[in-house]
């Protein structure tokens, strides 16, 4: 008869063995044979029971593990040298997991005491459970610096790309980390100010080329001016920060909260369950819960967190980085809903009925435990009925039930008719190198659309809580198109043959009905891209004008405080009205919502021009070995100058100039939107499908620089335009007798807004 293992030898076990942990694997490990697997399962059963242990598909674990970043405290090196560190966040009743610290060359000397934050990452079949990478030494913040490497006799210098520093950075010649003259690198202060009274540096990565990709989105981190250096003040307060306790808060942990997220998604800040309303006057009806990361818990009104967050006022996301509005140790661990890991949150209970109508809702202070970190397609593959192992326990509890639920919003959706355009968005693959691999549509996936539409009624719901409750606060507001804009629309609109009503309140449903129209037809990507340019550009407001775009008289931001300012600021409204602590929002808060709304829609642009441009040299580093290849495209944008061409294959965005189309004369018309040969009639509109071949490429600028080959599969005429003899050439006949046979060419533009002007 076997021996059978006490419950606490069953968890150290299981503590020390993460990776096998299903009843077999502890059946063996104990020599556990026969009927006796019958007192074991018993025994795993009562352990479940007792919330020691979660049973996944034929498993056990720990429900508390450690979150992917957290703090260590670096332990006296072992015999072989080797470095471990003790988790100072460790929730586990077992053995404490066994952390083993890889350090890389450029990483500073460590001691025993040391506390550092790490980046962990759990390994199988080992005798440890974790490797971690340094992130940071706790208590040092070193300043960073970008700049140009020059080789000198004694080490060398660093001369910095932004134009506003001070001065150049010394470095000795044990600190070059094998870095050539020339190459773009990074480095961190290293000591006091040397010889010549230069600061020294220490240069911690090498970037090669400053046009090679890795230095892309640096540079334009730099350019824009994005604070990516924490000062100190602001890195203690992070570092000083716990994990927050039940006091206070409504125990949410049981619920089966979970995140949904990209596969490579660098924080989780909110999470969702979903399951039928019980309630008799419901019929049909579902409950949603929504939660969010509490980070007003941690950045308090004044603090020097606070003050950093608010000058940030969003983070910004690059193909290769992030710049976070808040230090890793918050972004990155305390206020990220790590799977498995107690976090303080602020989440809402939603009702809706059988039509996705929210019949009502509340809000609670929280503590919660996201039952797993999942990711968007194998979320969207489960739904289909092909689960994996990670997801198959939640397919009928947690799944099925979110998208019971959101079939029923779809039903709200469809009658609300919020603005449903089809512009579909690229995302530029990087190796490891930096370097582009490919450029791919992002996926549309019904999970994406879910947490998209959760995050829009948990919005909702926030905005008319605090309306309710007259409490200041933060929206997020979108006019309605100018009516100039409006008016190029319907031109537009008119020349496709299509009609945009008139002479009415504009609604999204009237534009809906436009698009609709176009959806399957030539002009279908012409009339997305014009209806999108007339668009308002979003802001934030302490008055509250509506959202246009998504149809709602009442919207704020309350989904992303990780990321963006003004959920901060929504979170803490909530905070102060429902008195939940000291650490809402305050007077002086309130006295300046106008020029903190003012402020983080400006952060919000600058952000959005960074990443604009950091795509558009990537892509032009990306085609930079195809010059002379010939590309299909579509005309989306004219110029006085030239026309803007879009390439089906990437997206990316080239200039043809009006001085390399021909001869001629091109009279440009800004109302219409078009450029009209002089002698030929040949006409350039938006929405025009063209041939191109790249002429240059410039990494360093992003700017494409293209040849028009043929529009509308009809080829140029040949010397661009150019008379033969006083008489035009049979090509520029055939081109422009065509283009006026065409719908929306830019003759028959021309000849209806001249026919407009007459009227």
């Known amino acids: 008869m076997s021996r059978i293992p006490s419950k606490a030898e069953i968890l150290d076990w299981i503590s020390a063995n993460p990776t096998h942990t299903s009843k077999r694997d502890i059946a063996k490990a104990f020599g556990i044979k026969g009927a006796d697997r019958i007192d074991l399962k018993r025994i795993l059963k009562e352990l479940e029971g007792e919330g020691h242990l979660q049973k996944r598909k034929k498993t056990y674990r720990d429900p508390d593990q450690l979150p992917p970043v957290t703090v260590l405290q670096v332990k006296a090196p072992d015999d072989n040298g080797d470095l471990y560190g003790r988790p100072l966040e460790w929730h586990g009743e077992g053995v404490e997991p066994v952390i083993l610290i890889l350090p890389r060359a450029s990483d500073p000397a460590l001691g025993e005491g040391d506390k550092i934050l790490a980046k962990l990452q759990q390994v199988p079949d080992q ?116 994990p927050m306790g039940l006091k206070g808060r409504e125990d949410l942990r049981e619920l089966p909260l979970v995140t949904i997220d990209p596969a490579d998604a660098r924080d989780h800040d909110d999470a969702c369950f979903a399951h039928a309303d019980d309630d008799p006057k419901n019929p049909g009806g579902h409950v949603i819960w929504v939660a969010i990361a509490d980070v007003a818990a941690y950045v308090r009104p004044g603090s020097a967190l606070d003050r950093e967050a608010r000058k940030r006022g969003n983070s910004s996301y690059f193909p290769d980085r992030v710049v976070p509005m808040l230090p890793d140790r918050l972004s990155g661990d305390l206020c990220s809903l790590h799977e498995g890991v107690p976090r303080a949150c602020i989440a809402v209970r939603m009702q809706v009925d059988a039509d996705g109508n929210k019949i009502g809702h509340r809000f609670v202070r929280g503590l919660m435990r996201s039952a797993a970190s999942l990711h968007y397609a194998e979320v969207q593959e489960a739904m289909d009925g092909t689960p994996n192992e990670k997801t198959t326990p939640f397919v009928e509890d947690v799944i099925k039930p979110l998208f019971a ?22 995302k530029i693959i990087l190796d490891d190198a930096g370097q582009v691999t490919s450029v791919a549509f992002r996926d549309r996936l019904d999970a994406h659309k879910l947490i998209e539409e959760f995050m829009i009624l948990a919005n909702v719901a926030a905005a008319e809580t605090l309306i309710k409750k007259r409490s200041p606060l933060l929206f997020r507001v979108h006019e309605e198109p100018a009516q100039e804009k409006l008016e190029a629309l319907r031109e537009t609109a008119r020349a496709a ?76 409204s909530l905070v102060s009205s429902h008195g939940w602590g000291d650490d809402g929002l305050d007077e002086a808060q309130i006295e300046r919502l106008e020029d ?49 061409v879009k390439l089906d294959e990437t997206g990316a965005d080239g200039l043809v100039p009006v001085r390399s ?99």
């Open 497 to 572: 043959g299509l009609n945009l009503a008139k002479g009415q309140v504009l609604q999204t449903r009237h534009l809906n009905a436009l698009l609709n129209h176009a959806a399957g037809t030539d002009e279908a990507e012409l009339i997305n891209i014009s209806t999108l340019r007339s668009m308002q550009q979003a802001y934030y407001n302490p008055e509250n004008f509506g959202h246009f775009g998504l149809a709602l008289k009442n919207y704020a931001h309350f989904t992303s405080p990780i990321r963006r300012y003004a959920d901060l600021i929504v979170h803490r």
């Open 405 to 426: 639920a959101y079939q029923a919003l779809i039903r709200a959706r469809a009658v609300r008719e919020p603005l449903d355009l089809d512009l579909p968005e690229r």
């Open 661 to 759: 189309i021909g001869r001629e004369f091109f009279h440009f018309d800004a109302q219409a939107g078009t450029l009209m040969g002089a002698d030929t009639g040949m006409t350039l509109a938006i929405g025009q499908r063209v041939t191109v071949r790249l002429v240059q490429a410039a990494p360093v600028t992003g700017g494409l620089e293209l040849e028009l080959l043929a529009i509308e599969n009809l080829e140029l005429p040949k010397g661009g335009g150019s008379r033969k003899g006083g008489r035009r050439s049979p090509a520029g006949r055939t081109v422009k007798r065509k283009a006026a046979k065409s719908k929306h060419k830019g003759a028959k533009v021309k000849r209806k807004v001249e026919r407009k002007r007459r009227e």
């Open 596 to 644: 903190t709304a003012t402020h983080i829609s400006d952060t919000e642009r600058r952000s959005m021009i960074a990443e604009r441009d950091t795509t558009d040299r990537y892509l032009a580093s990306y085609l930079s070995e195809r010059v002379g290849n010939e590309f299909e495209g579509r005309i989306s944008g004219i110029a006085r100058f030239g026309a803007f």
């Open 127 to 242: 005798d440890h459970n974790y490797e971690a990478r340094l992130i940071r030494r706790i208590g040092s913040n070193p300043k960073r610096v970008l700049g140009i490497f020059r080789a000198g006799s004694e080490g060398g210098r660093i001369v910095p790309i932004d134009k506003a520093a001070s001065s150049e950075w010394m470095v000795a010649p044990d600190a070059i980390n094998g870095a050539k003259d020339g190459e773009l690198i990074e480095a961190e202060q290293a000591g006091p100010k040397g010889r010549m009274g230069l600061p020294r540096a220490r240069i911690v990565e090498r970037l090669g080329d400053p046009a090679a990709p890795k230095a892309v989105s640096l540079i334009a981190i730099h350019q824009h001016g994005i604070p990516d250096h924490f000062p100190d003040p602001v890195m203690a307060e992070a570092d000083a920060a716990k």
